[in-house]
């Protein structure tokens, strides 16, 4: 079972920063995929960032140019850099892994229990 393990959230003004950390109970040089996501009431899930275990990234477009997913594997922490906040980059954000288990050819999806961002003057 693998644990995910998000902070760094918190109330921020429009136009300033801040970090997500996202601490995993595994090596995180294994894992497939990790990617951020963020939800808001009423709305789906949205993938925000994404970084493939070859360091390949993917971002949403509301938030290119901003927003920067990086890992560190040595503290086996995926964080999320999030810069020029806005209002609707206001919501709950979950860190995601997904890991393909070759041998077996079994897949599972693992959630973080989230951190809240509100992004407000």
């Known amino acids: 079972q693998v644990q995910l393990v998000e902070s760094g959230g918190g109330l921020v003004q429009p136009g300033g920063s801040l970090t997500l950390s996202c601490a995993a109970s595994i090596n995180i040089a294994t894992i497939n995929t990790m990617a951020w996501y963020r939800q808001t009431p009423g709305s789906q899930r949205e993938s925000v960032a994404r970084?493939?275990?070859?360091?390949?990234?993917d971002y949403a477009d509301s938030v290119k140019g901003r927003f920067t997913i990086s890992r560190d594997n040595a503290k086996n922490t995926l964080y999320l850099q999030m810069n020029s906040l806005r209002p609707e980059d206001t919501g709950v954000y979950y860190c995601?892994?997904?890991?393909?288990?070759?041998?077996?050819?079994?897949?599972?999806?693992?959630w973080g229990q989230g951190t809240q961002v509100t992004v407000s003057p």
């Open positions: 995601y892994a997904f890991i393909l288990t070759t041998m077996t050819m079994t897949a599972a999806n693992y």
């Open positions: 970084m493939t275990r070859l360091g390949g990234t």
